[in-house]
């Protein structure tokens, strides 16, 4: 193999998990190398069985797993340049997030001075550094979250996964996160996010794996997919008390071709180009002078993109 050719962080080929009866991923292939990428899929799609392939906690039934070109099951040397951060919630509750994330620096060969330096810089790259000597049981969801990932970091790994990091977080605490990811990734890290809701993961990438029952269902762009999606129906749900009145000034209007009166109330939008009727809602409610309290897009979710993506 030439020099020249970069080896992916990442390469699962033709990868099957089963437990008994019970499929965990059914011959899944990927291949991740640089920036964030979102692994999306409803609880029990396989999103943690990928991640426990990838961290060595299981083997798969058939396929291979390869990380930076190295099979992990015959040489465990790549585990050295990879941050995890599981789902669960076991912290040490009685350590500060200081002594926490340098313990892990300590075990990971560094020097007590370069530990206790190394996990300084990583909590105030999450920004926990003014509680760093504050007792982690006395922590936050969201500063649990983010001293998880601190000890992550603490040894500057190339790959980073990151299951369900944002489950159970305040929106402020989210968005914290959330800039750290990203952040990740424009310095070139490779990241996996888990996540079963489509919104948060649109806010960190446009890069997706969407899993269901197991199998990948899509890879790519997100944007790219829904382009995908126009030929299929999509509805914009609008509030106002003159729904019959603002129904009629959308009539003729294209992208539109139906309109419907789910309830008191409200005004159901029926289009095949979700993006280009976003784009004349405004000029057409402005000029039917009609108040409108919302908008939604009650299929821009990930269980109306996953009914698209199987043809539901």
């Not at 000597?133 to 040894?155: T, W």
């Not at 509805?235 to 003729?252: D, V």
Request: charged content about 25%; proline content about 4%.
């Amino acid at each position: 193999m030439s020099d020249d050719i970069k080896v992916p962080s990442v390469l699962v080929e033709n990868a099957s998990k089963w437990y008994g009866q019970v499929i965990g991923i059914n011959d899944v292939s990927l291949a991740i190398e640089g920036g964030v990428t979102g692994i999306l899929g409803p609880n029990g799609a396989g999103k943690s069985t990928l991640f426990k392939l990838l961290m060595g906690r299981i083997k798969p039934n058939q396929g291979s797993v390869k990380l930076f070109g190295i099979d992990p099951w015959e040489d465990t040397s790549p585990y050295r340049r990879i941050g995890y951060v599981s789902e669960s919630e076991r912290l040490y509750d009685w350590m500060t997030g200081q002594d926490f994330v340098s313990t892990l620096a300590r075990l990971h060969g560094m020097t007590r001075n370069e530990a206790d330096s190394r996990a300084e810089h990583v909590l105030e790259f999450v920004g926990l550094y003014d509680v760093r000597h504050k007792e982690i049981g006395k922590y936050s969801k969201g500063m649990r979250q983010r001293v998880k990932i601190a000890h992550a970091l603490v040894h500057d790994p190339d790959l980073i996964i990151l299951d369900e990091p944002l489950h159970g977080c305040d929106p402020i605490a989210r968005t914290s996160i959330m800039n750290v990811i990203k952040e990740l990734g424009n310095q070139g890290k490779t990241v996996l996010v888990s996540s079963h809701i489509l919104e948060e993961i649109e806010r960190i990438t446009e890069q997706i794996v969407i899993l269901h029952n197991g199998r990948l269902l899509a890879l790519g762009n997100i944007y790219a997919i829904r382009d995908l999606l126009d030929k299929h129906p999509h509805r914009i749900m609008i509030t106002t008390e003159e729904p019959r009145k603002l129904a009629n000034a959308f009539i003729g209007e294209e992208p539109i071709y139906g309109v419907r009166f789910p309830e008191e109330g409200k005004l159901e939008i029926q289009t095949n180009d979700l993006s280009a009727a976003h784009s004349v809602l405004p000029r057409v409610i402005v000029e039917s002078e009609v108040k409108v309290s919302r908008i939604d897009n009650p299929d821009d979710n990930l269980e109306s993109l996953l009914e698209y993506l199987i043809g539901g």
